[in-house]
Each structure stands twice: as structure tokens, then as C-alpha cells.
């Protein structure tokens, strides 16, 4: 029983192309569904973890990386279809390829390197899932065509997050290696 969180994990990662396809062919209403769903997966393999004390480093890593993958994916649909500004998703994509190729570095030439998001970083998550969340709800509904104007705002607070959080990475992770590099 205790794989059962990094089993939902998997599960959510085999929902990306289904999420994205379904945005590719107009049917946003799907794409609505795949998201909601693939969210819902994400907080049950949470709670499992935590409530019992299923954790492991693959579901450590994974989690995280199929949250990312998702909302990368989601991006470059809506990006790609006209429905969000390329820039956004360049911008998006680019501070999450910045984190991973600075961890990448971090653990090759610093130290060994923990997966710890931090408090901007999670903050930036849950903005870009709500974000494309709104995005979605709008386009498969037209009883949701009143957040529109919440989705042009998100648009601009979307990117403000990207960069505060991605400089907050690249702040905090330039901090530990230099004092790391102290220490030699």
C-alpha cells in the first residue's frame, strides 16, 4: 500500500498528453476535465503521503516533475492555439528549464542536492494551476465567460510570479553554493 501515492503520481503523469490533445482539438471542455482530474490525483497522492507516512524519493521527484509537466504542457497547448501569449509560456517554461539546469549544476559541480521547493516556488505552482485552471474553465463554458477579465489580469500576474519566484530560486541556490564553496 505504501507505492499507492507514486501509483496516483504515474497515473498523473499518463493524463499530460491526454490534457494537451484534447486543447489541441478544441474540445476544452475535456481538457477542463483532464486537468480538474489530474489536480485531484495530485492532492490524493499528497494526502496519502502524508496522512500515512507513504513518502519516498521517487515520489519526491516525481511529484513535483509531473505538477510541471502538466501545466508545461497545458502552456504550450494554449500558447500554440492562440488562447495565451507565447511569451507567458516562453517565460514559464524558461524559469522552470533555469531551476532544473541550476539544480543540475548545483548537484554536479557544489553538492549533492535535496529536492526543496520554497515558499515563492510553491506559491508560483499553485498560481500557474490556478491560472490555467481559470483559462480552461473559460474556454469549455460559456457560463464561465466572466473571467475573462480575471484571466487577462492573470495573464500579468502569471508572469510577475514566474520571475519573482525564479529569482528567488536563483538567489537562494547562488547563496548556498557560494557559502558551500566556502567551506572547502
Same mark, same amino acid.
Given at each position: 500500500?505504501? !507505492?499507492?501515492?507514486?501509483?496516483?503520481?504515474?497515473?498523473?503523469?499518463?493524463? +499530460?498528453?491526454?490534457a494537451g490533445l484534447f486543447i489541441l482539438r478544441g474540445q476544452y471542455d475535456?481538457?477542463?476535465? +483532464?486537468?480538474?482530474?489530474? *489536480?485531484?490525483?495530485?492532492? $490524493?497522492?499528497?494526502?496519502?503521503?502524508?496522512?500515512?507516512? &507513504?513518502?519516498?524519493?521517487?515520489? =519526491?521527484?516525481?511529484?513535483?516533475?509531473?505538477?510541471?509537466?502538466?501545466?508545461?504542457?497545458?502552456? +504550450?497547448?494554449?500558447?500554440?492555439? *492562440?488562447?495565451?501569449? $507565447? &511569451?507567458?509560456?516562453?517565460?514559464?517554461?524558461?524559469?522552470?528549464?533555469?531551476? /532544473?539546469?541550476? =539544480?543540475?549544476?548545483? !548537484?554536479?559541480? @557544489?553538492?549533492?542536492?535535496?529536492?526543496?521547493?520554497?515558499?515563492?516556488?510553491?506559491?508560483?505552482?499553485?498560481?500557474?494551476?490556478?491560472? @490555467?485552471?481559470? @483559462?480552461? =474553465?473559460?474556454?469549455? =463554458?460559456? #457560463?464561465?465567460? &466572466?473571467?475573462?477579465?480575471?484571466?487577462?489580469?492573470?495573464? &500579468?500576474?502569471?508572469?510577475?510570479?514566474? $520571475?519573482?519566484?525564479? #529569482?528567488?530560486? /536563483?538567489?537562494?541556490?547562488?547563496?548556498?553554493?557560494?557559502?558551500?564553496?566556502?567551506?572547502?
Amino acid at each position: 500500500m505504501h !507505492h499507492l501515492p507514486n501509483i496516483v503520481t504515474i497515473l498523473r503523469f499518463l493524463l +499530460v498528453l491526454p490534457a494537451g490533445l484534447f486543447i489541441l482539438r478544441g474540445q476544452y471542455d475535456w481538457a477542463f476535465a +483532464v486537468f480538474v482530474l489530474a *489536480g485531484i490525483s495530485d492532492g $490524493i497522492d499528497g494526502a496519502l503521503a502524508r496522512t500515512f507516512g &507513504w513518502t519516498s524519493r521517487f515520489g =519526491a521527484v516525481a511529484d513535483p516533475i509531473a505538477d510541471k509537466l502538466l501545466v508545461a504542457v497545458v502552456y +504550450v497547448a494554449l500558447a500554440s492555439e *492562440g488562447l495565451l501569449p $507565447i &511569451w507567458l509560456a516562453v517565460l514559464v517554461l524558461g524559469r522552470d528549464l533555469l531551476i /532544473v539546469a541550476g =539544480a543540475l549544476a548545483y !548537484h554536479c559541480f @557544489v553538492a549533492e542536492l535535496e529536492m526543496e521547493p520554497t515558499l515563492l516556488g510553491k506559491l508560483n505552482t499553485l498560481a500557474n494551476v490556478v491560472f @490555467v485552471g481559470l @483559462v480552461l =474553465a473559460m474556454l469549455a =463554458a460559456p #457560463a464561465f465567460a &466572466w473571467l475573462e477579465p480575471a484571466v487577462a489580469t492573470g495573464i &500579468w500576474v502569471m508572469a510577475a510570479v514566474t $520571475i519573482v519566484s525564479g #529569482a528567488d530560486y /536563483v538567489r537562494i541556490w547562488t547563496m548556498r553554493a557560494w557559502r558551500r564553496g566556502g567551506q572547502s
